[in-house]
């Protein structure tokens, strides 16, 4: 067992999604460099193997990516984006535009306002054609931010109860989740399918989803047919498909974006987390020429009317490009990450402690096989968390579901390191 940091509970913060009442104090990290985490005092180095949720894309304190922002912090810093350009920004969207094949770029501030963006394009794309189609289709566990409108479009639960009266309906179609030796995905496919074929019937704006994998609904894997399946479908009733990227973007699904690895292409794009390597908040939403031809014209009200103060940020975009320079040079790394954490899986598949185990990229998963409730409150989470922290592994279960999604960066040792400690955890529970 290793000592932890100091810990502390600041009377000035207030930290996010957590029960101030009964959480245990944050640990204070001074600095990280790669996939480790280095808490103050003489705490031992914690191996970040959930990315500080989700974001470190190439490990901490990464000194191509803090020389991108070095640099651009010394040439310009920020400027209002309506009136003026830079070229960070245009290198950026030359770049994603070319790997999304979605021509426009619209920046915002994270993954919340990059769903926010999307669902107001396509709402407005169809008020602009002055056609009537309000209802927007969602699946059942999804998450898609913590604004109003992400809030609206995802699942509705324990975080959302406050707020229920206050978010707009959204029709709701299955998500047909599958993991290893699952034998009756074929069925729960095709409900879904035709559930959604019903709610197709009526006047569709957009169908959101997040490609292939639900992150904070539990890590949940779909076949890429079902997605094309989908896309069909969505295509045939002339609606507008939104890809929410957010997480699966940038190699976290073993390729570039979750889209292409299922073979759809959505009409827009909401990407964040991964998109500066992790480094800086910056949200973007890509749009097709189609979607954005529909607020050409000389109409006022035919203009987006949406922007954020710091739209475009220049260091954002300097990270960004700084971080694609850093995939397009080593496509490898994302390409193949799926094979590192197999081997591992497959052994741990047989541990009586673990169900429903599933890979996609650098995103590794299973159920907890324990009593109790099902949902993000189930204690066996917090128990792992716990044991493994001690062993000097950072993990953050969702509920009964426990996942790595390291860094790429992550060495051999430390993913060995990773599973032997979540081996132990498990043998623990
Ligand atoms: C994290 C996440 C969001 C929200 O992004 P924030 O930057 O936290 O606002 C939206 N969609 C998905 C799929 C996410 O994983």
Known sequence: MVSVGPVTRHPNLWPPFTQIGSAAPQQ???????????PEGNGVPLIDAISSWWVTLHGHG?????????????????????????EPAERLAERLSQITGLERLFFSDNGSTAVEVA??????WWFNRG???????????????????????????????????????????????????DDAVDDREQAALDLLETCLERPTAAVILEPLLQGAGG??????????????????????????????????CGDWFASRRAGIQPDLMALSKGLTGGCLP??????????????????????????????????????????????????????????RHRRHLEDLASH???????LLGTVAAFDLNVEGCSGYL????????????????????????????????????????????????????
């Open 28 to 38: 204070r990290i001074q600095a990280g460099q790669g996939a480790l985490l280095f």
């Open 62 to 86: 990464h000194p191509v990516l803090a020389e991108a922002i070095a640099q651009q912090a010394h040439r310009l810093e920020q400027v209002i984006f309506a009136d003026f350009c830079h």
């Open 119 to 124: 669902i107001k394009m396509a709402c407005q």
């Open 131 to 181: 056609e009537a189609r309000h209802q927007i289709i969602a699946f059942d566990g999804a998450y898609h931010g913590d604004t109003f409108g992400a809030m609206a479009v995802g699942e509705r639960n324990l975080f959302s109860a406050p707020f229920n009266d206050k978010l707009f309906p959204v029709a709701r179609v299955p998500w047909p989740a599958t993991w290893w030796d």
């Open 219 to 252: 890590m949940s894997m779909v076949r890429p047919d079902f997605l094309i399946q989908v896309q069909q479908r969505v295509r045939r009733a002339g609606a507008l498909l939104i890809a929410d990227e957010v997480l699966t973007g940038f190699g976290r």
């Open 282 to 339: 910056m949200g973007v939403t890509m749009a097709s020429e189609r979607v954005f031809e529909g607020f050409l014209g000389g109409e006022p009200q035919d203009t987006f009317w949406h922007g954020h103060s710091f739209t475009a940020n220049p260091l954002g975009c300097a990270a960004a490009n700084a971080s694609l320079d850093l995939l397009e040079a080593a496509p490898e790394r994302f390409l193949s990450f799926e094979r």
């Open 352 to 358: 009586p402690r673990v169900k429903r185990p599933r």
């Open 378 to 429: 189930n204690p066996a989470g917090p128990t792992v968390k716990r044991l493994a922290m001690r062993q000097g592994v950072f993990l953050r279960p969702l509920g009964q579901v426990v996942y790595l999604m390291p860094p790429l960066c992550i060495t051999d040792e430390q993913l060995d390191k990773c599973y032997l400690v979540l081996r132990n955890a498990l043998d623990q529970l």
